[in-house]
């Protein structure tokens, strides 16, 4: 036991410390005398809106919570109570990633009486929606940018020079690809009874599974209404950030849609609050967008700091709210 929580300390100290370096390394020539320049030259009318924005979001992701959370024992959860817990959820991700995710469910659990099982089981369903619109987002980021798309994958690979290759080496192309195809459904055969097979088949079939448990909710058309509006509003907490940075003023919503794409999958990195994955892949897409390096790594500063705050503000407003109530009992049976 002692050993196991040793090394779950040493897997967040490690994600920590790398956190923090690519922070460093990103940050270390950017003088403090430009971030404060920049802070007092933005228009926090438009930070103030995102801010408010954000607040909305996260309400409206407890909420979304509780229409897949029917218990069969324990108190009915309310909104409010949802809130608090997803927002408890996110201030303990800052220290430990993922560990978030567990840790509402805790908080519903002692609160309302409601099993951990069923909880994290609706979690990882929220969790393979979000998947699944993210995927839906970068698509239609590369719809409307695919321009960028193609010109950035082509600083990294000669698409003529592949294309031509392709065309003189065709049958071996099709073989290879024919078997790569045999040489998988061997592997899946094969090893089906492996742990790692069978947990991605697990995952898959849980994921379908639970997108079809949607549609036999309450009201699944206000489950997947708010999973869209929940992925606007991150787009309008960082187009109204954008506003109000004068450097980010121009840019046009298809270009900030590919920004927060960028700092959606900064943000999936297991490190606390994605500190430093996140600013590095928003300065980078920033950059290529016409943005100066300092400029474009002083607006993930901002953004990511103003919604850090967010959390840490609300998150701990959250805690003492839900540590007053009561551990939920089983009421006696008459």
């Given at each position: 036991?002692?050993?196991?929580?040793?090394?779950?300390?040493?897997?967040?100290?490690?994600?920590?410390?790398?956190?923090?370096?690519?922070f460093?390394?990103l940050?270390k020539?950017?003088a403090?005398?430009?971030?404060?320049?920049?802070?007092?030259s933005s228009?926090?009318?438009?930070?103030?809106?995102?801010?408010?924005?954000?607040?909305?979001?996260?309400?409206?992701?407890?909420?979304?919570?509780?229409l897949?959370?029917?218990?069969?024992?324990?108190?009915?959860?309310?909104?409010?109570?949802?809130y608090?817990?997803?927002?408890?959820?996110?201030?303990?991700?800052?220290?430990?990633?993922?560990?978030?995710e567990?840790?509402?469910c805790?908080v519903?659990?002692?609160t309302?009486g409601?099993?951990?099982g069923?909880?994290?089981?609706t979690?990882?369903?929220?969790?393979?929606?979000?998947?699944l619109?993210?995927?839906?987002?970068?698509l239609?980021?590369?719809?409307?940018?695919?321009?960028?798309?193609?010109?950035l994958?082509?600083?990294?690979?000669?698409?003529?020079?592949?294309?031509?290759s392709?065309?003189?080496?065709?049958?071996?192309?099709?073989?290879?690809?024919?078997i790569l195809?045999?040489?998988?459904?061997?592997?899946?055969?094969?090893?089906?009874?492996?742990?790692?097979?069978?947990?991605?088949?697990h995952?898959?079939?849980?994921?379908?599974?639970g997108i079809?448990?949607i549609?036999?909710?309450?009201?699944?058309l206000?489950?997947?209404?708010?999973?869209?509006?929940?992925?606007?509003i991150y787009?309008?907490?960082m187009?109204?950030?954008s506003?109000?940075i004068?450097?980010?003023?121009?840019l046009?919503?298809?270009?900030?849609?590919?920004?927060?794409?960028?700092?959606?999958?900064?943000m999936?990195?297991p490190?606390?609050?994605?500190?430093?994955?996140?600013?590095?892949?928003?300065?980078?897409?920033?950059?290529q967008?016409?943005?100066?390096?300092?400029?474009?790594k002083?607006?993930?500063?901002?953004i990511?700091?103003?919604?850090?705050?967010l959390?840490l503000?609300?998150g701990?407003?959250?805690?003492?709210?839900?540590?007053?109530?009561?551990?939920?009992?089983?009421?006696?049976?008459?």
């Amino acid at each position: 036991m002692i050993n196991q929580k040793l090394k779950q300390w040493i897997q967040i100290a490690i994600s920590l410390g790398i956190a923090i370096w690519i922070f460093w390394f990103l940050y270390k020539d950017i003088a403090i005398e430009s971030l404060l320049e920049q802070l007092q030259s933005s228009n926090w009318f438009w930070i103030g809106t995102s801010i408010f924005v954000s607040f909305f979001g996260y309400f409206l992701r407890g909420w979304r919570w509780t229409l897949l959370i029917h218990p069969e024992q324990g108190e009915k959860v309310t909104p409010a109570r949802a809130y608090h817990a997803t927002m408890i959820g996110y201030l303990v991700n800052l220290l430990i990633p993922r560990a978030g995710e567990v840790a509402k469910c805790g908080v519903l659990n002692r609160t309302n009486g409601i099993s951990m099982g069923h909880l994290l089981g609706t979690v990882i369903l929220e969790r393979s929606v979000d998947l699944l619109c993210l995927v839906g987002t970068i698509l239609l980021a590369f719809i409307l940018q695919n321009s960028l798309f193609l010109e950035l994958a082509g600083q990294l690979v000669n698409f003529d020079d592949l294309l031509e290759s392709l065309r003189s080496n065709l049958p071996i192309v099709i073989g290879g690809i024919l078997i790569l195809i045999l040489v998988f459904r061997f592997i899946l055969k094969r090893f089906r009874d492996h742990g790692l097979i069978n947990k991605i088949q697990h995952f898959i079939r849980e994921m379908g599974g639970g997108i079809k448990r949607i549609n036999q909710l309450e009201n699944p058309l206000g489950f997947w209404l708010s999973s869209v509006v929940l992925w606007v509003i991150y787009f309008l907490t960082m187009y109204t950030v954008s506003l109000g940075i004068e450097s980010t003023a121009n840019l046009s919503s298809g270009e900030v849609l590919l920004v927060m794409v960028m700092g959606s999958i900064g943000m999936v990195a297991p490190v606390q609050g994605g500190i430093g994955t996140f600013h590095a892949l928003v300065a980078f897409i920033l950059i290529q967008l016409g943005v100066t390096e300092v400029d474009g790594k002083i607006f993930a500063a901002i953004i990511h700091g103003t919604q850090l705050i967010l959390v840490l503000v609300l998150g701990i407003i959250s805690w003492l709210s839900m540590m007053k109530l009561p551990t939920w009992k089983q009421p006696e049976q008459t």
